[in-house]
């Protein structure tokens, strides 16, 4: 698959199907639907991501946006998608593994946002061990990293669910909503025995 003339063995390999979701790069042709789930999630997703530039929602700022994506991809940087409902193609949240490190790490960092209509349905649980499998066998990754805030309890539970252990905590980790927040910070191993299926509805 080509985008913005850009051609690599990674978009090849796209869409990664999950249980009942899917999940491909980003193109212009979700716009409408990207920036009206963000927008209707502005409340429900401010208190757990970076601030929102000004023109966070316009078009403009969409497209530099997938550009930089594919651009991430075809340098083997970062993977960044966007989660379907695989019955009805509704795009539900998004994922990425950013600051792939190769050579002796191996290594990427994982994050990830849902809409607020469909948080806690079991939609992101499955992208990420859809998007576990991609990392380990696909893009032979060893080591996926995680952060949350400590008072997120649904993405601590999407992260143990996942396989997750919890190797420390950072303080003043990242910047989220205007402020440095402590962090608790997880990984998973392409070693790890993977957790037990567990029921998610959908």
Request: hydrophobic share 40%; proline share 6%.
């Amino acid at each position: 698959m080509a985008l913005f003339g850009l051609v690599g063995a990674s978009f090849r390999e796209l869409p990664i199907r999950g249980d009942g979701v899917y999940l491909r790069n980003s193109e212009m042709r979700d716009y409408p639907a990207w920036a009206a789930l963000r927008e209707r999630s502005r409340a429900f997703l401010t208190p757990w991501e970076p601030t929102w530039p000004a023109d966070d929602l316009t078009r403009a700022s969409f497209r530099y946006r997938v550009r930089r994506h594919a651009e991430e991809m075809a340098r083997d940087e970062a993977f960044s998608f966007f989660v379907f409902r695989e019955s009805d193609d509704t795009l539900v949240g998004g994922l990425t593994l950013g600051h792939v490190r190769r050579g002796v790490s191996q290594a990427a960092t994982l994050g990830y946002w849902m809409g607020e209509p469909y948080a806690g349905k079991g939609y992101m649980s499955r992208a990420v061990r859809a998007t576990l499998d991609y990392a380990f066998n696909r893009q032979r990754l060893h080591r996926i990293e995680a952060a949350c805030l400590p008072s997120n309890d649904p993405s601590i539970r999407l992260l143990e669910r996942n396989g997750f252990k919890q190797e420390g905590f950072a303080r003043a980790y990242l910047n989220i909503n205007g402020q440095w927040r402590d962090h608790l910070l997880f990984a998973r191993l392409d070693s790890d025995p993977q957790p037990p299926r567990r029921p998610t509805p959908l």
